[in-house]
């Protein structure tokens, strides 16, 4: 657990550096977790995907899957990895603010 | 007469069944099992056929077998559950009804949902050890394998057993040391996660374990295609990753009976409570086991503890009242690490694995997330255990629930993994496996 301050606001994060309460998330914060991870510009359809997460999360308790993602979605598995290099699942889970999705034990 | 009927005579459908017929007066209660065939195979087996440790006849045992007298075995295939008549229809024309339904069909590997892995070279140069078919094909593969890359490899989570792709892995090491030829060998293991396993302690003593074993480990590997002709996996990134001999976890799904009759998720899971177990799909539906979306290891040892929690809210539900017991994702399991020695580790939802001891806290007299002999012993010991304990539902409700007596949450040194010793002359699976 540690506390950031992010845009003079203090956030949550947990040891992987998802955040604990996805209340205190806004637009802002997520560009901030966005950059971190090498994604300096979010556009829409990144956007698509993060809201898509944040929906999942607030109506499930958890992040989607992959393959959940894609089907629900609407965004194909190809262009999720080119949206979000190296692990969309995770990476869209940091930058939505949500917890990270239990899809991976 | 009430109806109770069960889908499935794996682990889960098999305790379950035997477990509700020694509760359920039989003047009231007829149970009902439903299964394809009636083989059972011991799945923990599989592991070790494409090394020797087992013949593909060790493993598997006649389903009905394995079920109280009272129950009833039907051999065959689920065409249709339908929640709203209270029937499950199947193939060649029986329909079931029921009061209750236990859904416990398990996980299974999909080959068909990732490109390219079903081909000319599928069960050759693209094996698997999830089936008695893929299991006793790899072992041909390894004995036929005059080195190369070896590329140990998951597709997409979860999977069912999320360690046996590791364990794989550190018994290829051993086998190839004690031919010998372990020099001519390289092994890959590439997963879809960013370490060794999903939890951090023990991803970081896993890692240790592949480092001392000249393992490579390829992390956040999604597969988007397998490329037959070029022996090279390909991920969605667009990194390649080339083999000659490829030991793939397919993608896993759930019966695809569940899918089309309406009551799965995108993988054909049974989305269910993750405390109570009861389905989300009826309030006269169960779901066990691997069948369930919980977000718990999918093994033998998670269903055997879902089994106790499960059984009491049955009875609950049945008398009238709300169901109380509570799972808490408790999970455990033995990891072969080769040479006759294994790891063992204990964890639920909110604990990851941790050092200490188990079963018996401070005592053991197996230690968790240590290397030993005993470790290694004790898995093999479960062959037993499984069929003569667990199965007919007679092991003592011990550990059900998740304890932190006798375990070490502070920060811990690093796993010390010693460099493997010397190969041993005979493989030593062999030896114990005749004495079981």
């Not at chain 1, 965004?75 to 939505?96: C, H, N, Q, R, S």
């Not at chain 2, 890692?207 to 480990?217: C, M, N, T, V």
């Not at chain 2, 397919?250 to 695809?256: A, K, R, Y």
């Not at chain 2, 369930?292 to 008398?319: C, M, W």
Request: aromatic content about 10%.
């Amino acid at each position: 657990m540690s506390i950031r301050t992010i845009n003079n606001k203090p956030v949550d994060f947990d040891a992987e550096g998802f955040m604990t309460n996805y209340k205190d998330w806004d637009l802002g914060i997520a560009q901030v977790i966005a950059t971190e991870e090498g994604i300096p510009t979010l556009s829409d359809r990144h956007l698509v995907v993060v809201n898509f997460m944040r929906k999942e999360f607030e109506t499930k308790g958890d992040g989607p899957s992959i393959r959940r993602l894609t089907k629900e979605s609407g965004v194909p598995t190809k262009e999720l990895y080119d949206l979000f290099p190296g692990g969309p699942a995770k990476k869209a889970a940091k930058i939505a603010g949500i917890k990270k999705p239990h899809g991976c034990i | 007469m009430k109806e109770f009927v069960i889908l499935g005579a794996g682990t889960a459908g098999t305790i379950m069944a035997n477990k509700l017929a020694r509760a359920l007066p039989a003047r009231e209660w007829r149970i009902t099992v439903v299964d394809r065939d009636d083989h059972h195979a011991y799945q923990p087996g599989f592991l070790f056929v494409p090394f020797h440790g087992y013949e593909p006849s060790d493993i598997v045992r006649s389903r009905r077998r394995y079920l109280d007298r009272r129950v009833l075995f039907a051999e065959a295939l689920v065409e249709r559950i339908a929640p709203d008549q209270r029937r499950v229809y199947l193939k060649g024309g029986r329909v079931l009804s029921y009061d209750f339904l236990i859904i416990a069909t398990g996980t299974r590997p999909e080959p068909a949902q990732n490109e390219g892995m079903l081909g000319a070279e599928w069960h050759k140069s693209v094996g698997e050890f999830y089936t008695l078919a893929g299991c006793t094909a790899l072992r041909r593969q390894l004995d036929g394998f005059k080195g190369g890359r070896l590329v140990v490899h998951i597709s997409e989570m979860p999977i069912k057993c999320p360690v046996a792709p590791l364990e794989f892995a550190f018994l290829a090491d051993a086998y190839f040391r004690a031919k010998g030829m372990r020099e001519k060998v390289e092994i890959d293991y590439v997963t879809p996660l960013s370490s060794a396993f999903t939890k951090p302690k023990a991803a970081e003593a896993l890692g240790g374990f592949l480092d001392a074993r000249r393992i490579h480990l390829t992390p956040d590997f999604a597969l988007a295609r397998v490329d037959q002709e070029a022996k090279k996996i390909v991920s969605w990134d667009e990194r390649e990753v080339p083999y000659d001999l490829l030991v793939t976890v397919p993608t896993n799904m759930g019966d695809p009976v569940i899918g089309s009759s309406g009551l799965g998720d995108e993988l054909n899971y049974v989305p269910t409570d993750r405390h109570t177990l009861l389905s989300k799909a009826a309030p006269n539906i169960f779901a066990l086991g691997d069948a369930t979306d919980l977000p718990a290891s999918k093994a033998g040892s998670v269903a055997h503890f879902q089994a106790d929690i499960l059984f009491e809210n049955i009875r609950s539900v049945i008398a009238g009242r709300a169901p109380e017991a509570g799972f808490d994702g408790h999970a455990n399991c033995f990891i072969e690490t080769g040479d006759g020695k294994a790891l063992l580790i204990d964890f639920s939802y909110e604990v990851e694995p941790l050092p200490g001891h188990f079963p018996l806290p401070f005592i053991g007299p197996l230690s968790l997330l240590k290397e030993s002999r005993l470790n290694h012993f004790g898995k093999l010991m479960f062959k037993w255990v499984y069929w003569n304990l667990l199965l007919p539902a007679r092991l003592p409700a011990v550990g059900t629930h998740f304890s932190m007596l006798g375990k070490r949450p502070g920060p811990i040194s690093p796993i010390q993994s010693p460099p493997p010793s010397p190969p041993p002359s005979t493989p030593q699976l062999h030896e114990y496996s005749h004495h079981q």
